[in-house]
Every structure is written in C-alpha cells, then in structure tokens.
C-alpha cells in the first residue's frame, strides 16, 4: 500500500509537471503574439518575457472568470418560445428566430462538419434598444391611457463560435476576452501616442503666437497705442505653454523609452477589468418586452444577459445559447417566398 501511494504520488507529480510546462508554453507564445502586435521592438529588453508573463496569465484568468458567468446555455427552439422569456423576448416570433440561427453560416457550417451532433452551443451577441413610449395600463377594472412606458427591443444579431458542448465554448471565449483585452490595451496606446503629436503641435502653435506678440509689443504699435492687451495675452500663452510642455515632459517620460514603453504595456495589460467590462443585467419584461417593475414582476419575466462594454462606451449584450439541429431550415433562394 504504501509502494503504491507512493508510486501514485510521483506519477501526478509527473503529471502536474507536464501541465504546467505546457501552460507555461501556452504564455510565452502569448506573450511573443502580444509583442508581434504591439511592438517587435521590444524583444530589443531583455526582461520583457519575465514582465509580460504575469500579466498575460492575469488577463487569462479574468477571461476564465468572466466567462464561467455568462447566462446560459439556453435552448432557442419552437418550444422554447411559447416557455422561455428570454426566447421570446430576444425575437420578434418563431419565425425570425430559426432564420437568424439557420441563415448563421458557421451554424451551417458546424451541423455539416458534425453529423452526430443533435446541438450547436454558441454565443448569441445583441443590440438592446429602449425606446419611451405611452401606452395603455389596467388596474383592476381601471384603464388609463398615456401611460409612461418602456420598451425593449433587440436587434443586430451576430452569432459566433458554434461548438459541440458548453465547456468547449466557454473555453474559446475565454481567448476571445484576452485578445479584446489586447486590442483595448492597443488603442490606448494609440490614442497616447495621437495625443501625444496634437499636444506637440499645440507647442509648436503657441511658440510661434509668443513670438508674434512678443513682437508686437517691441514693435511700432506699442508706440502709438496702449499695449496692456499685448501684454496681458503674453502672459495667458506663456502659462499655456508652461503647462503643454509640462504635460509633454511626463509623456515623453511614460513611453519615451523602449523600457518606459514596456512598463506601460505591462500596467495595461496587469488591470483587464479596465479593459473590458463584462456584467450580468437582470431585465423583467411582460409579453410585449415593456420593462415591468421589479416588485410587480413574477420568476417567469426575467431575463438574465450578459452585458459587455468595450471602449468608446459601445455595449452590447448576449448570452450563451444552443440550437437544436432539428429546427434548422432551408432559407428561400432569392426569388422564392416559402420556407423549404
């Protein structure tokens, strides 16, 4: 017995070993894409691998976290819209529904590459829209008209990523956040770099309008005319400038070196929820998706979604959802009318 505790112990030793030697490799060949899109310069330090790493392994971690939460997986099929609220409040009907998941080439695409497969699992992503409108409310035996209320609608579907089960999907996702995470970092990085040159050119602009009234009130007018003005806006551009090129010196101090740029790098990457925001929204909806008070809704009208806000603060919500192979249909050819 105790040969073969023994034994077992080395062997998931072993094991483990393995594991993290090849998740080890997985983050390195991470780290060398990241480098590749942001700045081959930097394989120039060489600690860059050392820095970058951590952060790599953070940002995949937050993508496991945030995506071990999403809602669902839900079943969009013909039973499911007459039972489930959040099948019937994401389609207008049946009918736009089948459409949308069977006019979704990778969903084609999938059912034909996997003929034993009975389900599809993907990532269902949505535009939710509000709209204020008036409407009719009963209380009661009470009918009152203009009543404030909110509708909601979804639209721009996009479904992506079809795979055979939940914890393949899952996994893929948790790649796709790390890789918008890196493309978030990039555009910051950009968007210095941008501000940057304006903030140069803003310098070059007031030297150049010193200069001018510096020469004005050495020139002939400040003879003939008061030049208390001059003087004034002599003051207000040096102040300007004082301080674009104070906030230039800290600019070229952040990414003005191959080392500084790393550091910036690194402290993006290291805080992904700054990156990318992923949240669960609650929404109580009643059969026409007015928004219901939370205190008046049942179980039956909420919904759950998940909301995703990238930068520019443009959100989109989705959920996990699975399609069965049986409600797939053959889309009209154009000129047709009917489903086949």
Do not use: W
């Not at 819209?81 to 998941?101: L, P, Q």
């Not at 084609?108 to 709209?131: C, I, S, W």
């Amino acid at each position: 017995g105790f040969l073969q505790k023994l034994g077992q112990s080395l062997l998931n030793r072993k094991v483990k070993r393995s594991v993290d030697a090849e998740q080890q490799r997985y983050i390195e060949n991470l780290v060398e894409k990241i480098v590749d899109d942001i700045d081959p310069r930097l394989r120039a330090l060489s600690g860059y691998r050392k820095k970058l790493a951590p952060c790599v392994e953070h940002m995949l971690n937050y993508g496991q976290e945030i995506c071990s939460h999403l809602p669902g997986p839900i079943e969009f099929s013909e039973a499911a819209c007459r039972s489930n609220a959040t099948v019937r409040s994401s389609f207008a009907n049946y009918r736009e529904m089948v459409e949308v998941f069977s006019r979704c080439r990778e969903v084609q695409d999938f059912f034909r590459q996997h003929p034993a497969a009975d389900h599809a699992y993907m990532v269902l992503g949505m535009k939710k829209t509000e709209n204020r409108v008036f409407g009719m409310e009963q209380h009661g035996d009470i009918i009152r008209k203009d009543v404030p209320q909110v509708n909601v609608s979804f639209s721009d579907y996009r479904i992506t990523h079809p795979s055979g089960d939940e914890q393949t999907l899952r996994f893929n996702l948790r790649e796709r956040a790390l890789h918008e995470c890196v493309a978030q970092a990039i555009k910051r990085l950009m968007q210095e770099r941008n501000f940057s040159d304006e903030m140069q050119e803003h310098e070059v602009k007031l030297k150049m309008q010193l200069g001018m009234l510096q020469n004005q009130h050495e020139g002939l007018m400040s003879l003939m005319s008061d030049d208390t003005s001059i003087i004034t806006k002599i003051s207000e551009v040096k102040e300007q400038l004082g301080k674009v090129e104070h906030h230039l010196g800290q600019l070229k101090q952040d990414i003005g070196t191959l080392d500084a740029f790393l550091d910036k790098v690194a402290a993006l990457l290291d805080k992904p929820s700054e990156l990318l925001q992923v949240s669960t929204i609650t929404l109580c909806l009643d059969r026409l998706n007015r928004l219901i008070e939370e205190g008046a809704a049942k179980e039956a009208d909420r919904i759950s979604l998940a909301q995703v806000e990238f930068g520019d603060n443009e959100k989109r919500v989705g959920l996990l959802a699975s399609f069965p192979r049986k409600e797939l249909v053959s889309l009209p050819k154009p000129g047709s009318v009917n489903l086949v």
